[in-house]
């Protein structure tokens, strides 16, 4: 009987073991994601400035110039026209409503727990709206933000300057 138990009770351990290392994998490789898309978003922005650079609007600016200007980071875009985050969420590049001087980055479908993350670590912006909520501007409260990303699929809306 008691080998039964220690048998039982090794394969307890066992399976244990292994859910604690598959959470562990789960955390890093979501954490991984929202360093991708920090990194991703910036160098998109960086790059749309480059191209724009020496022009007072964005009016052209979509994501089918981006990608063929080659413009857009590796891993946001795998050879169709659309742009993707980390998620496989929607990636958009467009000129501003409000001035044609600025261009915005909208990401659809960003989890939650990724939501703040990315929107606190992403500082060049002019402004940011989270789920259509209020507009904020840098330097951001942590709190603010983290109060809109109350969405499983967040949108965020990146705008940035020309400079």
Request: aromatic share 8%; charged share 5%; hydrophobic share 45%.
């Amino acid at each position: 009987m008691s080998e039964m138990l220690g048998t039982l009770f090794k394969y307890l351990f066992a399976i244990l073991g292994i859910g604690a290392v598959l959470g562990v994998m789960y955390s890093v490789v979501g954490d991984n994601k929202t360093a991708n898309a920090v990194t991703q978003v910036s160098q998109l922005a960086a790059n749309v400035q480059q191209l724009y650079a020496g022009q007072n609007n964005f009016t052209s600016v979509t994501n089918n110039a981006l990608i063929t200007a080659k413009a857009v980071p590796n891993g946001m875009w795998s050879g169709t026209a659309l742009i993707t985050d980390p998620w496989a969420g929607a990636v958009t590049v467009s000129v501003n409503d409000n001035s044609a001087a600025m261009f915005d980055i909208s990401m659809a479908g960003v989890p939650a727990g990724n939501c703040a993350k990315i929107s606190t670590s992403i500082t060049a912006y002019s402004q940011l709206t989270i789920n259509g909520g209020t507009v904020i501007t840098p330097p951001a409260d942590a709190a603010a933000i983290t109060s809109q990303c109350t969405s499983t699929a967040n949108t965020i809306v990146f705008t940035f300057s020309g400079s």
